[in-house]
């Protein structure tokens, strides 16, 4: 199964693919997703030279599926953009083809790693690579503005791998997105509120340009 066109920021060659996973890409996932889209626009302008493609998908995901209706409103709340979201069911291509793979939770990772495809440096939880981000110095990255967003989002994914063994989560729960599928729309929001929050220093990180105040 061919991944669907048109779910990324850019679609062309030189690219770097971030792909979000939860478990039913119904939840996080997708807020993950367009809560990324959206900060990469505020900081980039045209998205579509930065060349950051941002996906999503699940490990149980519902395949063709909407958004939970919470998930919309929090994304209204940010200001983001919900539509045309369909889920999908995370596939082995959507692991090959990604540069940079960040999970929701601890398990979504184990489970990302274990199809294989040499995942292991490039995944990481949403709040995991946060924190790795928050430890590297923006001077040793590429300057996006000479070698490109590109460039310097490898070089950022590198860094935190090299990094992973040395800055160890205070607890295993600091790592963890957790599922607010079901719940009332305060824990939607308050969800949304911490996948913003770690969002916040990795987009400033994979372009160098700090949000607008």
């Given at each position: 199964?061919?991944?669907?066109?048109?779910?990324?920021?850019?679609?062309?060659?030189?690219?770097?693919?971030?792909?979000?996973?939860?478990?039913?890409?119904?939840?996080?996932?997708?807020?993950?997703?367009?809560?990324?889209?959206?900060?990469?626009?505020?900081?980039?302008?045209?998205?579509?030279?930065?060349?950051?493609?941002?996906?999503?998908a699940g490990t149980w995901g519902h395949e063709g599926a909407p958004m939970e209706a919470n998930?919309?409103?929090?994304?209204?709340?940010?200001?983001?953009?919900?539509?045309?979201?369909?889920?999908?069911?995370?596939?082995?291509?959507?692991?090959?083809?990604?540069?940079?793979?960040?999970?929701?939770?601890?398990?979504?990772?184990?489970?990302?790693?274990?199809?294989g495809h040499s995942a292991g440096l490039r995944t990481f939880t949403l709040k995991e690579f946060?924190?790795?981000?928050?430890?590297?110095?923006?001077?040793?990255?590429?300057?996006?503005?000479?070698?490109?967003?590109?460039?310097?989002?490898?070089?950022?994914?590198?860094?935190?791998?090299?990094?992973?063994?040395?800055?160890?989560?205070?607890?295993?729960?600091?790592?963890?997105?957790?599922?607010?599928?079901?719940?009332?729309?305060?824990?939607?929001?308050?969800?949304?509120?911490?996948?913003?929050?770690?969002?916040?220093?990795?987009?400033?990180?994979?372009?160098?340009?700090?949000?607008?105040?």
């Amino acid at each position: 199964m061919t991944a669907p066109e048109g779910r990324g920021i850019a679609g062309r060659a030189g690219t770097f693919r971030i792909l979000h996973v939860s478990t039913g890409n119904v939840c996080r996932s997708p807020i993950t997703e367009r809560l990324t889209r959206h900060a990469l626009v505020d900081r980039l302008g045209d998205p579509l030279q930065g060349g950051l493609i941002v996906e999503s998908a699940g490990t149980w995901g519902h395949e063709g599926a909407p958004m939970e209706a919470n998930a919309e409103v929090v994304l209204a709340d940010f200001g983001a953009d919900a539509t045309g979201f369909t889920g999908r069911e995370l596939l082995d291509e959507h692991v090959i083809r990604a540069d940079l793979v960040l999970t929701a939770t601890r398990d979504h990772r184990a489970q990302v790693i274990s199809m294989g495809h040499s995942a292991g440096l490039r995944t990481f939880t949403l709040k995991e690579f946060t924190r790795l981000v928050r430890a590297i110095d923006p001077a040793t990255l590429p300057d996006a503005r000479e070698e490109g967003v590109v460039e310097r989002a490898r070089a950022l994914v590198r860094a935190a791998a090299a990094l992973r063994g040395w800055l160890l989560a205070p607890t295993a729960e600091a790592d963890e997105v957790y599922d607010p599928y079901g719940a009332p729309i305060t824990f939607f929001r308050s969800i949304g509120d911490e996948i913003s929050q770690a969002l916040d220093p990795v987009v400033t990180a994979l372009t160098g340009v700090s949000a607008p105040r």
